[in-house]
């Protein structure tokens, strides 16, 4: 870490244990992951419940390069925030996992959600259990009947509208995750 790490107690003493425990764990962040900039760890107990007991949260601010990331971990119903030690390793546990999401952003491994396109059903083959749908171009797209989602194949009928994602197959593009929008029979909003 290029800044040293900063522990701060609100509404709590201060712990040498409990640093010492949030230091290890820092240190596994900088060599999990080598361009941390800075770490301040907020530890608080913020609620001090009659039946649950007190529970511990605890705020990470990481800084890296060109972000700044923030793991807050309080869960107020979790017994496990009752010993702080646990809280601190839960907290850290979901600081790597946010580092990991960061490195997949900066590789660009970051899943993309394709553009969901617009059709009409043109024709149904119950028989086949597929369909077909004619894009907005005139192109027709084969549709089978495990790709739809939220509604019933063997409703379906000629006309009716739907929103798709085109994929490309060896036999020529096919509908994924289609979602019937609007049947041919109901009312224009």
């Known amino acids: 870490m290029q800044v040293p790490l900063q522990i701060t107690f609100c509404d709590i003493p201060s712990s040498s244990a409990l640093e010492e425990a949030i230091q290890k764990e820092a ?3 900088d060599q999990y ?9 907020i530890v608080s107990k913020p609620h001090r419940h009659r039946h649950t007991g007190s529970l511990y949260s605890i705020a990470i601010h990481l800084t890296v390069p060109g972000r700044e990331l923030v793991i807050d971990r309080e869960h107020r119903l979790r017994e496990s925030h009752s010993d702080p030690y646990l809280a601190v390793r839960e907290a850290f546990h979901a600081a790597r996992r946010a580092l990991e999401d960061q490195v997949r952003f900066k590789r660009g491994d970051v899943k993309r959600h394709q553009r969901r396109l617009w059709g009409r059903i043109r024709r149904v ?3 086949n259990n597929c369909a077909f749908i004619e894009t907005a171009d005139g192109r027709e797209i ?17 006309g009716d509208r739907v929103t798709f994602v085109e994929e490309a197959a060896d036999q020529g593009p096919n509908a994924t995750s289609v979602r019937l929008v609007r049947s041919r029979h109901s009312s224009s909003a």
Request: hydrophobic share 40%; aromatic share 16%.
């Open 27 to 29: 240190s596994w962040l």
């Open 142 to 158: 084969y549709l089978n009947r495990n790709s739809l989602i939220g509604g019933s194949f063997y409703s379906l009928q000629a």
């Open 125 to 127: 083959m119950r028989e």
């Open 33 to 41: 992951y080598g361009r941390v900039i800075g770490c301040k760890v």
